[in-house]
């Protein structure tokens, strides 16, 4: 699609059906936010929500753990982000993290299928390669890293546990989520999903995909706040099987009658292992529920609008400065983002916040736009494309202060 003023674009927005959800969010003025990637936007309500907790801590007390729905919180909420995934109830619980989650998939699948590989994406995120070495190390078994473009001929009889993200963080480039699960089950191994860069960004249907395991975040495009718990999926089918080793009170099939001996929930919930933090529930509880009234499919048609749009501006306007799209062409192949590799990345980065246009930097040289359609308007694009153009042209990343580096890139 080729617009040719910022007019264009403001009409887009008139016209978007998801353009009133923008106002649900508390976002800075005259800030064009495009790291919902990294850290999503705050929900208006996620303020009442911790307000809520924080009274039902002041005056609940211990109390509110069965009056204010604490003790349950890590299902109710895990049921809920599992209508997003397309999962049934009591397949997907919230806590810990996604590298512990990605721990706890992994060992489960590997005790089911004892003794082959593991094989991952070689440039799968860091910690999904360190944890998969650990767990690997402590299975005595080999850990195979292919490039991505390579995982599914990679797949044979030998690999035990396939593991890779879904929409590559550095890309976006999206893997075929259903070929590769029953690539992976026609060699008799299980795929652990990472969905990290998906839940909230494209149309997930787990089950529809029969999908083993699967673990991510939800601070990302689900909005859930800084430090969110994660959450994990687990299909119903391997319910009965799959060991935690991390097990815990919280994955006990009865945490409070404090049973000297372990004896797992029958369900998903066996994948907890301690309290959940209450606080940060709360307000991923608010945009998790924000998320039930949308409709994922406007969300996808959006981005793959508000992206074409970014990436036709961009080539045009940034023509001859070296900039190269680091994201896939196909609209099919790409999540929620648009990357451009350059060998200034980093410093185009940070003089575009300057200028109030938010993206982030990935080494070794990718620049990376973040679209979050509840939030990032058409205009948006428009206003990206023009401040990079001006970056570029007036060569501004190139001045010595953009040369520090801020500790969180
Ligand atoms: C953001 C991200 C993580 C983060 O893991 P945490 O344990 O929540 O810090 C893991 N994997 C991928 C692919 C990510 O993008």
């Known amino acids: 699609m080729r617009l040719n003023s910022r007019e264009q674009f403001l009409r887009l ?121 650990a767990v690997a190390k402590k299975w005595g078994v080999q850990l195979r890293r292919v490039p991505r473009n390579q995982l599914g001929e990679a797949i044979q009889h030998g690999v035990a546990v396939v593991t890779a993200t879904h929409v590559d963080y550095r890309t976006g480039h999206m893997l075929d989520l259903r070929e590769l699960t029953k690539a992976a089950h026609d060699a008799g191994a299980l795929f652990v999903w990472d969905l990290c860069h998906s839940a909230g960004a494209v149309p997930l249907d787990l089950n529809g995909a029969e999908v083993d395991l699967a673990v991510g975040c939800t601070y990302k495009f689900l909005n859930g706040g800084p430090g969110a718990p994660a959450y994990i999926f687990a299909a119903r089918r391997f319910h009965g099987d799959l060991n935690n080793p991390i097990p815990g009170w919280f994955g ?18 066996r994948f907890l292992t301690g309290t959940p933090a209450i606080l940060s529930v709360a307000a991923l509880e608010a945009a998790i529920d924000l998320w039930l009234t949308i409709d994922i499919a406007l969300v996808r048609s959006k981005s793959l609008v508000l992206a074409d749009l970014l990436i036709d501006q961009v080539m045009r306007q940034c023509e001859g400065f ?25 410093g185009l980065v ?60």
């Open 13 to 133: 927005d008139v016209e978007d059906p998801l353009a009133s959800i923008r106002e649900q969010f508390d976002l800075p003025p005259r800030l064009t936010y495009l790291d919902g990637n990294s850290l999503g936007a705050m929900p208006r309500e996620a303020r009442n929500r911790l307000s809520e907790a924080m009274s039902q801590w002041a005056h609940g007390l211990i109390s509110s753990w069965n009056n204010a729905g604490w003790a349950d919180a890590p299902i109710r909420v895990g049921d809920k982000i599992g209508r997003l995934l397309g999962a049934r109830p009591s397949e997907v619980v919230l806590g810990d993290t996604t590298s512990v989650n990605l721990y706890k998939a992994l060992n489960a699948a590997l005790s089911l299928h004892r003794g082959g590989a593991i094989l991952t994406d070689e440039q799968n995120f860091p910690t999904d390669l360190y944890i998969a070495e």
């Open 322 to 346: 070296g900039l190269e799209l680091a994201s896939p062409q196909e609209p099919a192949t790409r999540g929620s983002q648009v990357s451009f590799r350059h060998p200034n990345a980093y």
């Open 252 to 269: 006990h099939d009865h945490p409070f009658d404090f049973d000297g001996g372990y004896r797992p929930a029958p369900d998903a919930r």
């Open 350 to 409: 940070r003089a575009l916040a300057e200028v109030g246009i938010v993206g982030d930097h990935r080494p070794p040289d990718i620049a990376r736009f973040g679209l979050t359609p509840l939030y990032t308007r058409y205009v948006d694009m428009w206003d990206a494309a023009e401040q990079l153009s001006d970056v570029l042209r007036r060569r501004t990343y190139l001045e010595p202060r953009f040369e520090v580096r801020a500790g969180v890139p």
